[in-house]
């Protein structure tokens, strides 16, 4: 193969040659090789050195290249558009492998072999010799004074980012806040809450493992085929750590099984790459297990929140503080975006009369790194918030539903920080929903007044979402169409289908802006960076808006030139109609055309006369029909004297934004001796705009729901403090609900239209996740009176609250 002992030039982002990378191998190319990590066993350390003598002694053991091997190229793994201004551009602090462990996992070496069997042995014959130092996983630890920076080339400690925000004046501090409440209402009228909440590290597990194939394909091109969300991302951050070109990367997504905001991040592509030149461009195929994926990929953050709340006796929210601090693990991932988020959302959700103040930290620890998760950093929030609100409605005797509807954000709201508006506003409507559909105003009471060791509780939270990251991050997507010869349709996008239904819903608004069938609609569910059209990628519940709007603007263009080459048929300027196959239907279509509209001899008809129906063009309003769209699409391809190729490629570069909302209601049982919860009834009750497909979006809520009662009641990654080993990195041990723990999942849509959405649409895909733990927390306060600080709630931290309580 040609790229055999050929050195690579070493380029910047911009593609400025900064030196040579040379990657050279003896190998002649011959059937796939199969790649493993070798993973760190301290939390904290160096790497010294390697005897690798056992491990190259195994049988069809190709390569194993270490941490002293790779290019020194720091490079960013989040899933960010890419920004031409430094202070927006994420943290490099990811290499191919890492001589400084950071986490008990970290990567330090792989193998290449000709089976997996032999990789995987070589793998655990690997042994590395360390430096260690002691772990810090807790960010507590981490903020220490004391405490050795993970990056000190980066950072002077172990603080990424600390932020601070506030609403209301710029200036306010809660401390100011309480002294004006004192002032202004009494301080016997004022009731402060003082609570500290937890929130777990959480795994994606999604169903499909993050595998890639890597190989140098003959012209020289590094092609990575890999389970993403972000392909064109995923080439980038590949050519930064290669330090190569960008055009001379290729990434494949084929249609993949889930990510769940995992695979919004680059995770081994660049090292598979990597594996793949260092022997000779051979196809090196690199899957990471399980165990691998929970440790080594990403993890949803663990965020510790004191909140603290300012209310009146009569229900009126004063002032509220928030101060979170969010565990990032080892590396920066997507740095403190989703801190800063939880953070936002929480000063967004109520009306503070006085004001409220945000700070929020986000912290390296020698922890698995934490990155994007179905909701980013919005669970956090909302259990913080939520759990807070129920807090306060508590403390003053208050329905914490009325509460919240007094106390909510309201229609037309606009974020101060960022413009964010409130475009369509169904947030009550959807709590009275959900309040009707729970029986909540006799439950709530009734509940409150119960003995006995087993009790039934009635709790709500409720939400609000973004849609899209504008005007945070760029927002940019393109689309292309073709008509094909018999009048079918080619949707090619780089939005990336992952299980959510995303090319489904494209051919809806494909088609219904075109006005060709669904059924001649092929969209290609392959993104190839090669080939595609750019799209940063499904994350941030974007696809359907921001691509949403690109999908509509191609579509109208192409519908636009179908119908300017049918009205030049109609008309035979300068096309010859008199010797093709559809000479006849035209002269008829021509005279049915000009029945209907009255048209003279001579008089031109132009394509603002015709629309498209059914794969049909018709006169605008519908009749008569005139021909099939596929006439005009072989006329148009093999006309002798007017050929054209009907296509159409559109970028869409959104500037707007526009607020999701909506609840949770439960209704529980509790059995206080076991700490046994039993989801009796539950809704979900959404504020999305109109919903394109109500099926695949009543699906998309359940999935999430059914993700929330795992972060509520059952899931937590348990690292341990001594050694910084993950405890449960298995799906034995790593308790995510089954179809047993699942109770019925009912679903209801607020529709009103948003005049930002392409189709009035606005974000779905991630908000379901967000309201269902806080609202089994608010739940359990009403059956029993006690109110969980952190979750997941277990049977364990039950049982020594209700002890704690007396209950038991």
Same mark, same amino acid.
């Given at each position: 193969m040609n790229v055999v002992g050929k050195a690579l030039p070493r380029v910047d982002i911009r593609g400025k040659v900064t030196g040579e990378a040379k990657y050279t191998a003896d190998l002649e190319p011959a059937g796939i090789l199969y790649g493993k990590v070798v993973h760190s066993t301290v939390a904290n350390g160096v790497v010294t050195g390697f005897d690798l003598e056992e491990a190259l002694a195994v049988p069809g053991v190709v390569k194993i290249v270490t941490c002293f091997d790779v290019p020194d190229h720091p490079f960013p793994t989040a899933g960010h558009p890419w920004s031409v201004e430094t202070r927006h551009q994420d943290i490099c602090d990811r290499k191919l492998l890492n001589q400084r462990v950071r986490y008990y996992g970290d990567d330090i070496a792989a193998v290449v072999a000709e089976t997996e069997l032999a990789a995987a042995k070589a793998a655990r014959l690997v042994k590395a010799q360390y430096e260690e130092y002691e772990p810090i996983v807790t960010t507590e630890a981490a903020l220490r004074g004391d405490a050795t920076p993970l990056h000190p080339d980066l950072r002077k400690d172990n603080v990424i980012v600390h932020s601070h925000m506030t609403m209301g004046p710029s200036d306010f501090t809660f401390e100011e806040g309480r002294k004006q409440a004192e002032e202004q209402y009494g301080a016997d009228n004022i009731v402060v809450v003082d609570r500290v909440y937890h929130t777990p590290r959480v795994s994606h597990c999604h169903l499909e493992l993050p595998t890639s194939w890597a190989y140098v394909d003959t012209n020289g091109k590094i092609t990575v085929v890999t389970s993403t969300q972000i392909p064109h991302i995923v080439r980038r951050c590949t050519a930064q750590a290669l330090?190569?070109?960008?055009?001379?990367?290729?990434?494949?997504?084929?249609?993949?099984?889930?990510?769940?905001?995992?695979?919004?991040?680059?995770?081994?592509?660049?090292?598979?790459?990597?594996?793949s030149l260092s022997v000779g461009g051979r196809a090196v195929r690199l899957e990471i297990s399980r165990e691998e994926t929970i440790v080594s990929t990403r993890t949803r953050h663990a965020i510790d929140g004191h909140c603290r709340g300012i209310v009146t006796k009569d229900g009126r929210i004063l002032a509220r503080q928030l101060e979170a601090y969010a565990n990032n693990g080892a590396y920066a991932s997507h740095g403190h975006a989703i801190c800063a988020n939880c953070g936002n959302v929480f000063k967004d959700l109520y009306r503070d009369e006085l004001g409220a103040e945000i700070d929020c930290w986000t912290v390296y620890t020698s922890s698995p790194t934490a990155g994007a998760m179905r909701g980013y950093g919005i669970p956090q929030s909302i259990w913080l918030a939520e759990c807070l609100t129920d807090d306060l409605a508590c403390a003053i005797g208050a329905d914490p539903c009325q509460f919240r509807l007094d106390n909510c954000m309201q229609a037309g709201f606009v974020d101060p920080a960022n413009g964010i508006t409130f475009h369509s506003y169904g947030l009550t409507k959807c709590i009275e929903a959900g309040r009707k559909h729970i029986g909540w105003d006799e439950k709530w009471e009734k509940y409150r007044h119960q003995t006995g060791s087993v009790r039934r509780g009635v709790g709500m939270a409720i939400f609000c979402y973004k849609t899209g990251v504008y005007p945070i991050s760029l927002e940019t997507a393109s689309v292309r169409m073709v008509l094909n010869q018999d009048g079918s349709l080619q949707l090619c996008m780089g939005a990336t289908e992952i299980g959510q239904g995303a090319d489904t819903v494209f051919t809806q608004m @494909?088609?219904?802006?075109?006005?060709?069938?669904?059924?001649?609609?092929y969209v290609v569910s392959t993104q190839d960076t090669d080939t595609t059209p750019f799209d940063t990628g499904a994350y941030a519940s974007r696809q359907t808006y921001v691509s949403g709007m690109a999908c509509k603007k191609c579509a109208e263009e192409l519908r636009a030139k179908i119908l300017a080459y049918a009205a030049r048929m109609l008309n035979q300027d300068g096309i010859q109609m008199e010797q093709t196959i559809y000479a006849g239907q035209v002269k008829q279509a021509t005279e049915k055309l000009q029945q209907a509209i009255g048209?003279?001899?001579?008089?031109?008809?132009? @394509?603002?006369?015709?629309?498209?129906?059914?794969s049909k063009v018709v006169v605008c309003g519908g009749e008569p029909v005139l021909f099939d769209v596929a006439e005009v699409a072989e006329t148009a391809f093999y006309s002798l004297d007017d050929s054209r190729h009907l296509t159409a490629e559109v970028t869409n570069q959104c500037k707007d934004n526009s607020f999701a909302s909506g609840c949770c209601f439960v209704e529980i049982e509790v059995d206080l001796p076991l700490g046994l919860v039993t989801v009796k009834d539950i809704i979900n009750v959404h504020d999305s705009g109109t919903i394109i497909n109500p099926q695949t979006a009543r699906g998309q809520v359940q999935g999430g729901m059914s993700m929330g009662l795992g972060y509520g009641l059952s899931e937590e990654l348990l690292v341990d403090e001594k050694t910084g080993r993950v405890l449960n990195d298995n799906l034995l041990d790593y308790k995510i609900p089954t179809a047993m723990d699942t109770p019925d999942l009912n679903v209801e849509f607020i529709q009103l239209d948003d005049p930002t959405g392409p189709y009035g649409n606005k974000s779905l895909g991630e908000p379901p996740a967000i309201p269902v733990a806080p609202a089994i927390r608010n739940a359990i306060?009403?059956?029993?009176?006690?109110?969980?600080?952190?979750?997941?709630?277990?049977?364990?931290?039950?049982?020594?609250?209700?002890?704690?309580?007396?209950?038991?």
């Open positions: 330090g190569v070109p960008v055009g001379q990367v290729r990434v494949i997504k084929p249609y993949i099984g889930g990510g769940f905001g995992n695979k919004q991040d680059t995770l081994y592509e660049p090292l598979n790459a990597y594996l @494909a088609a219904e802006t075109t006005g060709i069938t669904p059924d001649r609609i048209l003279h001899n001579g008089e031109p008809v132009s @394509a603002d006369m015709l629309d498209i129906v059914d306060l009403n059956a029993t009176g006690v109110a969980m600080d952190t979750a997941p709630m277990t049977a364990q931290r039950l049982i020594a609250a209700f002890q704690q309580h007396g209950l038991i």
